[in-house]
């Protein structure tokens, strides 16, 4: 071996050593697992932003839609793999925690939210605010002649032209369809006007799309020019060029309390906890409503502070009433039936 082959084989046996030694130290710092659906724009975030601070700690998440987190969850609970659930609207967390699948934990920041944000026995907490809202392709319909409220996606002129997110896997759609029926309980003491307002969507929904990116790749191909989709998501999208503009319903959206718990018997619970603890600090709501338009739902963060697109949603979103309780009893019940009579078979 000559002296340059030499001397090229020790600066890789040193570089393998430090590699080694790099992989080595990875490995001593304590995981901390994330089941998500906030998507990897915000799962990123703050994996970089919390390892920087917390350098023992080694952030992981897989990302997946709210009712697949719950599902994952709940099939794990013999031997669970994560330990913090980081998301989804309250009403399945309220599934979760009737079912033992939460830890209790009070974080530090929980008397800054309204008393609707604090679940019994301390099981889970709400982070952000946000809503389904009404979602079309900008440069195939006017803004003039875009749907303005639910009941406008039933017109004539968007059958076949409506794309919706797979409800079973969304926990937006499961929100709104949840409204549906829990408003028609209340008006009419049966959720069958409900089920027959969803029965006509039905017949307008050209396809139930398994994930986001294919719905809004759909959308900027006009192979469905309008949709219902989540506001902070659909800002992303905006973000990333796709040509989509959105209206708040002027009969009221279902705000969504966007939720975080521990995860009952969690491999790292003491790592859990310390993150839950800080994902809810002014710190880490305000970065969430910066970098990944995530409206914070503590109470206590002065208007001002926040960012603009934030100021203005707060202006325009107009909550609608309905019986969250309601729909976190029988959701799972209602989403069963329509996927067993409605999804497909419209007005037939």
Known sequence: MGQGDSARST????????????????????PLVLYSPHGRDLLQLFETTYEAAHPDVDVRWLDMGSQDVYDRVRSEAANPQADVWFGGPDTIFARGAAEGLLAPHRPPWADALTADCRAPGDLYFCLYLTAPVLVYNRDAVP????????????????KGKVLIRDPLASGTMR?????????????????????????????????????????????T?????????????????QQRG?????????????????AVGVVAKAPHPAAAAAFVDWIGTLEAQK?????????????????????????????????????????????????????????GHGLD
């Open 11 to 30: 600066r890789a046996a040193i570089l393998g050593a430090l590699l080694l030694l790099t992989a080595c130290a990875r490995d001593a710092r304590q």
């Open 143 to 158: 803004a003039a002649e875009a749907p303005a409220d639910w009941d406008d996606l039933l017109a004539a002129r968007w």
């Open 175 to 219: 929100t709104l369809f949840g409204m549906v029926l829990a408003k028609s309980v209340a008006e009419t003491g049966s959720p069958d006007r409900g089920f027959e307002w969803l029965r006509r969507l039905d017949a307008q929904t050209k396809e139930y799309v398994q994930n986001p990116a294919l719905l809004f790749t759909k959308i």
């Open 221 to 237: 191909r006009r192979e469905g020019l309008v949709t219902v989709w989540e506001l902070t998501d659909m800002f992303w999208q």
């Open 242 to 258: 796709v040509p989509i503009a959105y209206k708040f319903p002027e009969s009221g959206t279902p705000v969504i309390a966007d």
């Open 287 to 343: 970065l969430a409503a910066e970098k990944a338009y995530r409206l914070p739902a503590r109470t206590d963060l002065p208007r001002e502070q926040l960012p603009a697109w934030a100021i203005e949603v707060l202006a325009q979103m107009r909550p609608a009433a309905y019986d969250r309780a309601l729909v976190a009893v029988h959701g799972a019940e209602w989403m069963e039936k329509w996927d067993r009579e409605i999804r």
